[in-house]
C-alpha cells in the first residue's frame, strides 16, 4: 500500500491556484489535513441558504462521493449520489473469512495514518475501534525485510552499499527548487528520466539496483521504467543515520477493527440523501446554466453543481462535452495509475513472528508483502500473509498463480509452504471497469505536463478522490479529504449566493 507522500504534495496548495504558480516543495512535506466534522461548515448554513435550493449531485459512492455528502448535508442541503456498481463504498472493500476463520481482509483499502486526519475523525464519530500496528511490542520486531536475489540483505549492507551514491542523491534534491515549479528546468529533466534511467546515470547497478526499482515498482505500481524520477527524488532519504528509508514518513499504523469497510457502511446508513445504485454514467453536456448527465440506464438528470469522485482511468471513458483547459483534459486522459493486485495467502500459524520479524518485505520476486492479520486475534493461531505486486505482475494475477508466489514466499520465510492453509485469494483491481488500476502514479513527463491539475474545478464541477489528494494520494484518507474539500468549495460558492456562469476555455 503507499506509503509515498506523492509528489502532488510538491505542487499544490491547499487552496486552487493556476498550474503556473509554483508551491513550497518544504511546505507540503509537512502538511496534514485538519478535520471538523460538523462544526466546522454549520456556521455556513444561515449564507448558504438561496431561495431555491442548488441542484448537487456526486457521481461515485465511494469514499470521497459519500464524505462530500456527509459534510453537505451537516451544513443543510441534500445531494444526490449516482454509483455504477451495485455497492457503496468503492475501493474500501473488507471480507471475513477469505483466510482463515474471524480473519478480516482488506480486499483494496488497508492503512490509516496517524496525520489521516479525516479518516481518523470519522473513527471517532462513528466510535470504531482501531487496530494499532506500532504498539511497543510491534515495535520490536523487525519492521521490514528485504530479499533480493535469492538471499536476504540487511539492513546496514544496504546502508554500505548505498552511502557512495547519497552524496550524488541529495545533490539532486538540493538543486530542486524550493518551489517545485513544472517549468524549472531542472525539474523538467529529473521529469522526463524515469527511476531506471536516473539510477543507472549515476552507477547505481546490481541488487541496490534491483532493490530500489522493484521497491518503487510495486509501491506505485507501474514499472519504475515508465515512472517520472521526481517520485523517487521527492521521498528518498539520503541520511541512513536512523536506518535505510527507501519511503516517505507513512506509519500505516491503523485499521478498523472488524475492518475499514465499516467506516463506509456508518456513512451510507446515517446519509439522508438519495443514493442511487446501478447508474453508470456515459455522458456529461453544459444545458442552461447546468449540466445535464447521461447514464446507461437512460437516465437523465440535471445539476447545478457537479463533484465527480470517479479515477481518471474511469473518467476518460465518459463522454466530457464541457470546455475545460486542454491541460485538465490532458489529466483526465492520461493520468498514470498504477497496476497493483493483491493476493491472499491463509496460514495456520503465522512463523515470521517467532523469528522476529513483523512479516513486512520487499522482494524482487514477490514484490512487496504483510502479515495482514497483524494484531487479530492476539497475533495467535491461524492468519494471512497478502502480497502486493505491481506492473505486470499485479496486471495478470489470476489465483492460478497462488502456488507460485507461495514457493516464492517460501524462500523468505522457510516454512511458508508447511503452514499454508490452502485457502486463498486475490483481487485485481485492474479488471475492475470501475477502477481501471490501483491508484494514481506519475509517468516520465507528467509532472511538468500535468502536474497540478487533478483537483482543479472546471466551472461548477469538482472533482475528488485519492488522485486529487495533495497529501494523501493512494490512500482512503485522500479520497475523504478531498471529498471534504469538494463540498467546501460548493459551500463557498453557494454562500456567496452565485451560480457562476459556465467558463469557456480555448
Known amino acids: 500500500m503507499p506509503r509515498i507522500p506523492k509528489i502532488v504534495r510538491l505542487l499544490r496548495n491547499e487552496s486552487v491556484r493556476p498550474t503556473s504558480e509554483p508551491v513550497s516543495r518544504r511546505s507540503f512535506l509537512r502538511q496534514t489535513s485538519g478535520l471538523v466534522l460538523a462544526g466546522g461548515l454549520l456556521p455556513l448554513l444561515s449564507k448558504c441558504r438561496t431561495q431555491t435550493a442548488p441542484r448537487i449531485v456526486i457521481i461515485g459512492a465511494g469514499m470521497a462521493g459519500l464524505t ?63 487496530l494499532d500496528l506500532k504498539t511497543p511490542a510491534e515495535k520490536k520486531l523487525i519492521g521490514t525485510d528485504y530479499y ?37 528546468l531542472l525539474v ?17 547497478t546490481g541488487w541496490l539496483f534491483n532493490l530500489i526499482s522493484s521497491s518503487f515498482t510495486s509501491e506505485l505500481g507501474l514499472p519504475a521504467g515508465d515512472q517520472t524520477s521526481l517520485n523517487l527524488l521527492v521521498v528518498l532519504k539520503t541520511d541512513t543515520s536512523n536506518g535505510f528509508e527507501i519511503y516517505g514518513e507513512s506509519d500505516e499504523r491503523f485499521k478498523v477493527i472488524g475492518g475499514n469497510e465499516k467506516i463506509v457502511t456508518e456513512l451510507y446508513k446515517r446519509l439522508k440523501s438519495p443514493i442511487h445504485t446501478g447508474f453508470h454514467l456515459e455522458r456529461i453536456a453544459p444545458k ?67 523469528e522476529g520479524y513483523s512479516g513486512y518485505v520487499l522482494s524482487d520476486h514477490i514484490h512487496n508483502g504483510w502479515d495482514s492479520s497483524q494484531m487479530q486475534t492476539g497475533n495467535r493461531g491461524p492468519g494471512g500473509y ?78 475528488a478522490g485519492e488522485h486529487c489528494s495533495q497529501s494523501f494520494q493512494g490512500f482512503m484518507n485522500g479520497a475523504a479529504e478531498t471529498g471534504r474539500k469538494a463540498a467546501e468549495g460548493i459551500l463557498k460558492i453557494v454562500q456567496g449566493n452565485g451560480r457562476p456562469k459556465l467558463e469557456t476555455h480555448s
Not at 158 to 184: K, V, Y
Not at 314 to 335: G, H, T
Request: charged share 25%; net charge neutral; proline share 4%.
Open 68 to 130: 462530500a455528502a456527509w459534510h453537505l448535508e451537516k451544513a443543510g442541503f441534500q445531494p444526490t449520489l449516482y454509483e455504477s456498481s451495485a455497492r457503496t463504498g468503492g475501493r474500501i472493500v473488507s471480507a471475513e473469512n477469505v483466510v482463515a476463520p474471524g480473519i478480516i481482509t482488506e480486499m483494496g483499502g488497508e492503512f490509516i495514518d496517524s496525520n489521516h486526519s479525516d479518516m481518523l475523525a470519522f473513527c471517532r464519530a462513528f466510535q470504531l475501534p482501531l
Open 148 to 184: 533480493f536475489g535469492g538471499r536476504r540483505i540487511r539492513e546496514q549492507e544496504i546502508i554500505e552499499a548505498f552511502r557512495p551514491f547519497a552524496g550524488r542523491i541529495q545533490q539532486d534534491i538540493d538543486s530542486l527548487p524550493e518551489s517545485l515549479d513544472p517549468n524549472h
Open 188 to 204: 523538467k529533466v529529473l521529469d522526463h528520466q524515469s527511476i531506471d534511467e536516473y539510477l543507472t546515470r549515476i552507477g547505481i
Open 288 to 354: 442552461d446554466s447546468g449540466y445535464e448527465l447521461s447514464f446507461a440506464n437512460g437516465k437523465q438528470v440535471g445539476a447545478d453543481f457537479l463533484i465527480i469522485t470517479l479515477p481518471f482511468s474511469v473518467l476518460r471513458e465518459v463522454d466530457f462535452k464541457v470546455d475545460m483547459p486542454a491541460r485538465k483534459r490532458r489529466c483526465i486522459q492520461e493520468l498514470g495509475y498504477g497496476m497493483q493486485s493483491k493476493l491472499f495467502i491463509g496460514v495456520n500459524e503465522r512463523i515470521w513472528r517467532p
Open 386 to 463: 497478502s502480497l502486493f505486486l505491481g506492473a505486470d505482475k499485479g496486471k495478470n494475477l489470476t489465483i492460478s498463480q497462488y502456488q507460485q508466489y507461495l514457493d516464492g514466499c517460501d524462500r523468505v520465510f522457510p516454512g511458508m509452504k508447511r503452514a499454508a492453509n490452502g485457502r486463498k485469494g486475490y483481487y485485481n483491481w485492474n479488471e475492475n471497469r470501475l477502477a481501471r488500476g490501483a491508484y494514481a502514479c506519475y509517468k516520465v513527463g507528467q509532472v511538468s505536463a500535468i502536474g497540478n491539475t487533478e483537483s482543479e474545478k472546471v466551472g461548477t464541477i469538482f472533482f
